[in-house]
C-alpha cells in the first residue's frame, strides 16, 4: 500500500556563500548580497511548514567549503529547529563542497535531523501518527572533495508498496570521475527506486517524469552570472496509487541575467554617445521587472514567481554597429565603469532594483567599406578565414590559446577553480578573436584612407 505523501527536495543550498558581485562596496548598502543565500534556505523552511510536507531532503552541499562556517551552522540549527517544532524531519547527504557534516557540526543537531553515512548506505524510515512506515530514504555521503564510487548500484530497499526514495549527488554522464558519475539508465536500472533526488549540477531538470521520476532541484540562489534564471526547490506530492507530482517553488532573492542591448534594434533611434545608451539599457531595465518570470523547463509551479524576489543582478551585453564604437575604441577613460556607476545610481533606488554588475562591450564598426574591404583585400580575407577555422582546428586552437599567458586557466574543474585567474571559456576565447579580427580591420580602414 502506497500512503499519500509529501516532502521537499532542495539540494546545492551552500550556506556559507555569497553572491559574487564586482562591486564589494554594494554589499555594504544592500545586505542580501551577502545574506541572499541565508534567505533563500529560510524560505524553503517556510514551505515546509506552509505545506505541511513530512519530510525536507537535502541532497548534498548544505554548506559552501571545507571550513565550516559558524554563522552557516548555527543558522542551519536555527532552521531546523523551526521545523522539529512542526515535527518536520531533515535528511541529508553530503557532497563534495560539505563532506565534513558528519564529523564536523559545531552545535547540537536537533532530534529531527538525519545525516547519511559515507562509508555504507543510510536507510531511513517515515512513519505517520499510526506509526506506520510512509516512505523510506537511501543515501550515502560523499568521502570527501571527490568519490568515484558507484554508490547508486547498493541502494537496495524492499519492494513492498513503501515508497522509495534515493538521495544522491551526481554529475551524471561526466567525463570527470570525480562526482559519482553514473546515467539515467543506470538509475531507471533499479526497480525499487521511486524518486531519485539528485543533487550537484546546478540548474533544475526533470530527467524523467516517468517511474521512477529523476529530478535535480538546482541551486537555491545564483551566486554569479553563470547561475542565472530563477532558482528554488521542488515540491513533491504522491497519492494513494503512487502517482508523483513535482512542482517547482521559487527560492531566489536575486536574479542572475545576461541580456542583450542592440542599438540597431530600433533604426530610428540608434544611440549617438553615452547618455543615449545609458538611457536605453534604461529603459531596457524598466522592461525587465516587468516581464513575467520563467521557470525551468518541465515543471509546474504553485507559487508566484515575483513574490520570492529582491532584485535582479545583470551582465549587460552590448552589440550593433554605430558610432559609440569609435567613442569606446579612442577613449582613455573606463567608460564601463563609469556607465555602470551611472546605472547603478539610478536603478537600484527601484524595487525590484536591477544592480549592473558588469558591461560587456561586443560594438562593431560601421564602415560601409567593412565586408567589401575583407572580400576584396586578400590579406584581410585570409584572416577572416582563418578565424573561423580555427574551432574546426583542435591543435591551431590550442596553440593560440596557450599564448594568451599566465592570466588565463585553460583548463579547469568548475568545482575547484583558481580564484586567482580567469578560467577561459569558449565564449571568452571566441569574443578574443573576434575582437583582435575587428582591431586589425579597423586600424587597416583607418590607415588607408
Known amino acids: 500500500m502506497t500512503f ?13 556563500s555569497m553572491l559574487n558581485v564586482s562591486n ?31 519530510f525536507l531532503l537535502i541532497s548534498g552541499d548544505l554548506y559552501d567549503r571545507d571550513s565550516i562556517s559558524i554563522r552557516a551552522n548555527n543558522f542551519f540549527i536555527h532552521q531546523c529547529e523551526r521545523l ?13 563542497h560539505d563532506s565534513f557534516i558528519s564529523k564536523k557540526e559545531l552545535f547540537a543537531i536537533p532530534s529531527n535531523v538525519f545525516i547519511c553515512e559515507s562509508e555504507s548506505i543510510s536507510q531511513f524510515e517515515v512513519r505517520n501518527d499510526k506509526s506506520e512506515v510512509i516512505a523510506r530514504i537511501c543515501g550515502q555521503s560523499y568521502r570527501g572533495k571527490a568519490d568515484s564510487r558507484k554508490m547508486y548500484s547498493h541502494y537496495n530497499p524492499p519492494k513492498d508498496g513503501i515508497y522509495n526514495i534515493a538521495l544522491l549527488h551526481t554529475e551524471m554522464e561526466s567525463k570527470s570521475l570525480n562526482y559519482v558519475p553514473c546515467s539515467l539508465d543506470n538509475l531507471k536500472a533499479n526497480e525499487k527506486i521511486d524518486y531519485w533526488a539528485l543533487g550537484h549540477i546546478h540548474k533544475a531538470n526533470v530527467l524523467n517524469a516517468e517511474k521512477p521520476t ?32 513535482v512542482k517547482f517553488l521559487p527560492t531566489s532573492k536575486v536574479i542572475w541575467n545576461k541580456i542583450e542591448v542592440d542599438i540597431n534594434k530600433d533604426s530610428g533611434d540608434i544611440p549617438k554617445n553615452l547618455t543615449e545608451l545609458i538611457n536605453l539599457i534604461e529603459n531596457k531595465a524598466k522592461v525587465l521587472i516587468q516581464t513575467k518570470l520563467k521557470i525551468p523547463n518541465g515543471f509546474k509551479y504553485e507559487e508566484n514567481l515575483e513574490t520570492t524576489i529582491t532584485g535582479y543582478s545583470i551582465r549587460w551585453v552590448i552589440t550593433g554597429k554605430g558610432k559609440l564604437k569609435d567613442i569606446f575604441d579612442e577613449s582613455t577613460d573606463d567608460i564601463e565603469e563609469i556607465i555602470i556607476e551611472e546605472l547603478n545610481s539610478r536603478l537600484m533606488k527601484i524595487s525590484p532594483f536591477v544592480y549592473t554588475d558588469s558591461i560587456d562591450v561586443r560594438l562593431e564598426n560601421s564602415f560601409e567599406e567593412y565586408e567589401d574591404l575583407i572580400n576584396n583585400n586578400a590579406t584581410l580575407k585570409k584572416l577572416s578565414e582563418v578565424i573561423e577555422k580555427i574551432d574546426e582546428n583542435s591543435e591551431f586552437k590550442k596553440n ?7 592570466v588565463w586557466e585553460k583548463e579547469f574543474d568548475i568545482e575547484n577553480i583558481n580564484n586567482f585567474k580567469a578560467q577561459l571559456e569558449d565564449e571568452d576565447f571566441k569574443k578574443i578573436l573576434n575582437n583582435a579580427r575587428q582591431r586589425i580591420v579597423t586600424r587597416f580602414i583607418k590607415e588607408n584612407r
Open 400 to 406: 593560440i590559446i596557450e599564448s594568451f599567458g599566465q
Open 214 to 245: 529523476i529530478a535535480f532541484s538546482g541551486v537555491i540562489q545564483g551566486r554569479d552570472i553563470g547561475e542565472n534564471g530563477m532558482k528554488g526547490c521542488i515540491l513533491v506530492e504522491v497519492n494513494e496509487t503512487g502517482n508523483t507530482d
Open 24 to 54: 564589494e562596496n554594494i554589499t555594504n548598502e544592500f545586505n542580501i548580497f551577502n545574506d541572499g543565500v541565508y534567505e533563500a534556505f529560510k524560505t524553503i523552511i517556510d514551505y515546509a511548514i506552509m505545506y505541511k510536507v513530512d
Open 84 to 96: 522539529l517544532k512542526e515535527n518536520i524531519k531533515v535528511f541529508i547527504i553530503a557532497g563534495n
Open 4 to 16: 499519500p505523501i509529501k516532502f521537499i527536495h532542495a539540494a546545492d543550498i551552500h550556506l556559507g
